[in-house]
């Protein structure tokens, strides 16, 4: 099982356990449910996603934050960089070393593929690239670590996310089980953030927040400000994100 439908089933489960409902609700068009139609609202506000621009520099662009440059950077050392590499040379999926890429013109980009897992409860068409599947661990690990910045994971919330793990591969396990356990750490998260992707990451713990549980909102504001990001473009995305009824 590919993290790109990881991401999509683990989306489902924190939604269960947190009982969220504004961040499944579709779009004006009836079209944009799920998380994949959270992340369409937030990335693409205006002009046109540069998600797929970004997650194709994975390959050799500079990463946000602190950390390294690009995959390779994010592949280097312990933490999610040295998970990931192991996930993604088990699965086959690709090198990590292969040159950078966006989509060719027609051909489905990462939040296509995100909305496709989440649809059809199986795995894209088209195969998530080493790229697009970097991006969907920091997603995870973002969405991860909201849902527990109030404190441990209580064991009916691992039920709820790990009971959507159907025919997961037991590297994809061992890196949700591993992040389940990992203290909770936004500055480093956001350091393994490349420029171009605050938005998403910033999304995708929104997405597992209770914003009236204090711990929570904190964490939030925490991993907005190491992501760089100003009030005004956390209230924006919260905007968008999680439409009104």
Known sequence: MSLVKTL???ALGVVAYKGIKNAMKPGPDGSQSGFGGMLDRVSRPREGSVLDKVIGNFGGGRS??????GLQGMLAGGGIGGMLGGILSGAGIGNADEPAHSPAPGQPGFIDKLREAESQNGEPAVPPTPQEEAAAALMLRSMIQ????DGEMDPEERRK????????????LDFLIAEMAAPVNPEAL?????DGMQ???????LMAIDLDHPAERAHL???GAAL????ADMAEIEGQALPMA
Request: proline share 5%.
């Open 8 to 10: 999509a089933r683990v």
């Open 64 to 69: 946000g934050g602190q950390g390294g440059g």
């Open 146 to 149: 909201a849902a527990k910045a």
């Open 161 to 172: 996310i790990l009971g959507n793990m159907e025919n997961a591969t037991p590297s994809d």
């Open 190 to 194: 956001a350091a393994e953030t490349p």
């Open 199 to 205: 938005r998403e990451v910033y999304a995708a713990a």
């Open 221 to 223: 504001a925490r991993l």
């Open 228 to 231: 760089n990001l100003t009030a």
